[in-house]
């Protein structure tokens, strides 16, 4: 179970989208996932590439938020973007991180993501509520390395 294919099944990665479709009703952040193997880079560092290459530098109110995953290197990082760090104090996702690995240690990999995905949007709704003409700005599909 080292692979990122066999880490969730299709149905698992449903209900992650739906996960991120709910919470993105609540907030104008934009959260995403990605799911890779393995990587040199320390798990943060690569997060912030990973960050940069699908363009979630580029929201308008800078508030994306990323979930990244190293399914051979047991790794779990969040990173949130500029507009969200002026806002926050530097723990702000700690619970949720320890939402994940909780979960993660159990082997529970959907349920992780979700628990955190739907705590993450609880987090950004206080800075960033939902307003009417919000957009879509960044896909709710699970990104894979
Ligand atoms: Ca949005
Ligand atoms: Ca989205």
């Not at 739907?118 to 009417?132: I, K, N, T, V």
Request: charged residues 30%; proline residues 2%; aromatic residues 8%.
């Amino acid at each position: 179970m080292s692979k990122v294919e066999d880490f969730l099944t299709a149905e698992e990665e449903a209900e992650i989208v739906k996960a991120i479709t709910i919470a993105e009703k609540n907030t104008s952040g934009e959260i995403r996932i990605h799911i890779e193997n393995h990587t040199e880079k320390p798990p943060l560092e690569r997060a912030q590439e990973v960050f940069h290459f699908l363009g979630m530098d580029a929201t308008s109110l800078r508030n994306g938020v990323l979930f990244y995953v190293g399914v051979a290197d047991h790794t779990f990082a969040i990173i949130g973007d500029e507009g969200i760090d002026k806002v926050l104090e530097n723990d702000f996702w700690d619970c949720t991180r320890d939402i994940v690995i909780t979960n993660f240690k159990e082997r529970k990999f959907k349920d992780g993501l979700v628990a955190g995905i739907l705590r993450a949007g609880e987090r950004l709704e206080q800075y960033f509520p939902f307003s009417g003409d919000d957009k879509d700005e960044l896909s709710n599909e699970i990104s894979k390395g």
